[in-house]
């Protein structure tokens, strides 16, 4: 069975950082798409950033320059830099996988999710 465990999460303030970590197990990585999604309380979950089974990677514009996604696929894990914070980022965070080329709102594989709060 696939697995995903999301940690890293937590508080911060505005301009700061935080590093999200997503432990995979019961796929092989490098054969899927994975990728970030975050859901604010009355918002639409939102895909944050990617990377596509051959390894292209796409961010929402809301977060190019500021979060860097990246995968170790020796740990089978993925991972979220996430730099320079503003309010605006404060979600939860789900990590997302699928036997897919791109991961898209229609994954099959979720975490559980973190949170991140990032206040003022």
């Known amino acids: 069975a696939v697995h995903l465990t999301e940690s890293g999460g937590g508080s911060v303030q505005a301009g700061g950082s935080l590093r999200l970590s997503c432990a995979a197990s019961?796929?092989?990585?490098?054969?899927?798409?994975m990728a970030w999604f975050r859901q604010a309380p009355g918002k639409e979950r939102e895909r944050v950033a990617t990377?596509?089974?051959?390894?292209?990677?796409i961010y929402a514009d809301s977060v190019k320059g500021r979060f860097t996604i990246s995968k170790d696929t020796a740990k089978n894990t993925l991972y979220l830099q996430m730099n320079s914070l503003k309010p605006e980022d404060t979600a939860m965070y789900l990590c997302?996988?699928?036997?897919?080329?791109?991961?898209?709102?229609?994954?099959?594989?979720w975490g559980q999710g973190v949170q991140v709060t990032v206040s003022s």
């Open positions: 997302a996988a699928d036997y897919k080329v791109r991961c898209g709102a229609n994954t099959n594989y």
């Open positions: 990377i596509d089974s051959d390894g292209d990677i």
């Open positions: 019961g796929f092989i990585a490098s054969r899927y798409c």
